[in-house]
């Protein structure tokens, strides 16, 4: 029993030492001190031996046991400090590892690009931004602009009123009557801006985009205007396309017109045009408005209309934007699904 003894206590250390892990260290204590442990069977032997040796061998077990509980406690120390240390100086990342979420650079929505195009146009023709107020007064956004009281896009029913008698502009024309007002001319100004109207479908939403352009100066006519126009559809839609107006009714202008540009869906190589869906097999989309101020306009404004003339024109965005991208409901322009705006 002596000789079990003294082997054990010899060999205990070495073998924790040897464990490398937690687990190995554990399993080489249970071999020793667990219910069929080396310790515990010599210590079952106990009863065997000769009862005046009894008591020096049980001291001498206990005695070992406690050393081999130290030596267990010590070496799971060393272990776990030695695995701390090797966390510690461990590259703090693996760089070479793939990310784990796909992670892409966000961009513009198709609306803001339209927007920032048509204005880069309209700046190279030498036009400036003028900024107008989205909750307008009634005057600005109609009476001033020529619309009569009971113009059907005055009605309760097409825009949106206030409790105070304003309105959330229902076009940017109002910035013609912010800028004619507080200014005089010559100018030639945009304003690209955020309008609103009771209309909701596929093709239209209550809250949509428009860029309002427009110039004074003496003998302007309506050369110029289509001169602008000409200008704007060779620079936005490439060289060469053609430009048609058709006559149209809008109170602040005379003449009015509603301006096409040839369909750039189905062109053909000799820059004639075969007729598509998208243009209702016309050859010709219609983009935009335009005329030449009213006289009445401008006398509204203190611009005395025998000295000066001018030209107004306005757009929405979001049309240009779905002829564009081919996009087939308004709508999905505001949902702002990922999934759509990630095909820009
Ligand atoms: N304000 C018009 C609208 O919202 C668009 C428009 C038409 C603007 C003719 C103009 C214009 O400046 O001359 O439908």
Redesign the pocket.
Known sequence: MDRALADLRNGFLPRFQAASTEQALRDENAKILGKKGELTAILKQLGQAPPEGRKAIGEKVNALKQEVEAGFDKCLNDLRRKQREAELSAPPFDLTLPARMPVTAGHKHPIAMVREDVVAVFRQLGFAVFDGPEIEHEENNFTMLGFPPDHPATDMQDSFWTKSNKLLR????NV?IRAMTSLKPPMAFIAPGT?FRRDDDATHSPMFH?I?A?LIDRNVTLAHLKGVLAEFANRLYGPGTPVRLRPSY?P??EP?AEVDIGCVFCKQPDGTRAGCSLCKHTGWIEV????MIHPVVLENCGIDPDEWSGF???MGLERIAMLRYDIPNIKLMFDNDPRFLAQF
């Open positions: 229902t076009h940017t024309s013609q309008v428009q309002e427009f809008f602040f202008v009015g935009l408005g335009c005329g107004a024109l306005g």
